[in-house]
């Protein structure tokens, strides 16, 4: 089973970067959809950026497209998430997410579509 990892995450204040890292272990597939998620208390899960690994494409959500920047390295098995020009309403917790086997561009949206998710790690923006 695979097994994810995120870090990064902390305290910024409005304007601000950071950047989370999810290393991935265990079985290694060809194909995999990398997502990162976020969740306030009370709502759902968010769909924030996607990397597909078999051609590269990405994926942001327009509140977040032009700010934040997704990247995998394969050989460490870590996707990133930079994340620049931070706002209040970035605050949330941020998981990464994976669907290995993924055939297609592009990758699921709904966070109960991927096999594998993170812990979490906690981004708090402060204004």
């Known amino acids: 089973r695979v097994q994810l990892v995120e870090s990064g995450g902390g305290v910024v204040q409005a304007g601000g970067s950071l950047n989370l890292s999810c290393v991935a272990s265990?079985?290694?597939?060809?194909?995999?959809?990398l997502s990162w998620f976020r969740q306030t208390p009370g709502k759902g899960h968010e769909l924030v950026s996607s990397?597909?690994?078999?051609?590269?494409?990405?994926y942001y959500a327009d509140s977040v497209r032009g700010r934040f920047t997704i990247s995998n390295d394969n050989a460490k098995r870590t996707l990133y998430l930079l994340m620049s020009s931070l706002k209040p309403d970035d605050t949330a917790a941020y998981y990464c997410a994976a669907r290995p086997g993924w055939g297609t561009w592009p990758c699921p949206t709904d966070w109960h579509e991927y096999n594998f998710w993170g812990q979490g790690t906690q981004v708090t923006v402060s204004s």
């Open positions: 265990g079985p290694d597939y060809s194909r995999y959809c």
């Open positions: 990397f597909f690994t078999q051609n590269s494409n990405e």
